[in-house]
Antibody, heavy 119, light 106 residues
């Protein structure tokens, strides 16, 4: 059974940093691209960042470019999101998601971890 | 790519048929996915590559369209189909979601 479990939730002040983690199991982690998607309270989905299976390719939404860094450790079956210079508008539920082979959508999602940025 | 979904809200009766629309600001690939999100739950993949049903998704869910205009059709509506539905597209390694269509079955 595929499982994605996010951790690293917290309340942080604007300008501070936070690292999210996603522990993957039930599939061959290093075969798949992985992503972070966020959802502000009561709002829609926003893709945040993605990384290829071998970490050769990373991509970011304009809203986080230069502040967030995605990475993965295939030996530990883990995905990370390093978030710097956090803003109040970064407050959201952050989901880890697995992309299907040949880019067939995001076929598995974690339950999300809440990040609140507030003074 | 900007994705525009319509309508914003759709209210239908059980047994009916829902047609949700997703329009892309540009045509870049056939990568078009649909997701359903129920309150308090993570999104679930319904359709990918515009018309391929994901594992475990019943045949009453169908995707169509090409270029910049795509649709998700749900037939034989059931109360548990009440949810927000999102479309998603990719341009190279940049992904975007539509703003969602809220479907109410009552």
């Amino acid at each position: 059974e595929v499982q994605l479990v996010e951790s690293g939730r917290g309340l942080v002040q604007p300008g501070r940093s936070l690292r999210l983690s996603c522990a993957a199991s039930g599939f061959t982690f290093d075969d798949y691209a992985m992503h972070w998607v966020r959802q502000p309270p009561g709002k829609g989905l926003e893709w945040v960042s993605g990384i290829s299976w071998d970490s050769d390719t990373t991509a970011y939404a304009d809203s986080v470019k230069g502040r967030f860094t995605i990475s993965r450790d295939n030996a530990k079956n883990s995905l990370y999101l390093h978030m710097n210079s956090l803003r109040t508008e970064d407050t959201a539920l952050y989901y880890c998601a697995k992309e299907g082979l040949t880019g067939g959508g995001f076929d598995y999602w974690g339950q999300g971890t809440l990040v609140t940025v507030s003074s | 790519i900007v994705l525009t979904q319509s309508p914003a809200t759709l209210s239908l009766s059980p047994g009916g048929r829902a047609t949700l629309s997703c329009r892309a600001s540009q045509s870049d690939s056939s990568y078009l996915a649909w997701y359903r999100q129920k309150p308090g739950q993570a999104p679930r993949l319904l359709i990918y590559d515009a018309f391929t049903r994901a594992t475990g998704i019943p045949a009453r869910f169908s995707g169509g369209g090409s270029g910049t205009d795509f649709t998700l059709t749900i037939s034989s509506l059931e109360p548990e189909d009440s949810a927000v539905y999102y479309c998603q597209q990719r341009s190279n390694w940049l992904y975007s979601f539509g703003q969602g269509t809220k479907l109410e079955i009552k």
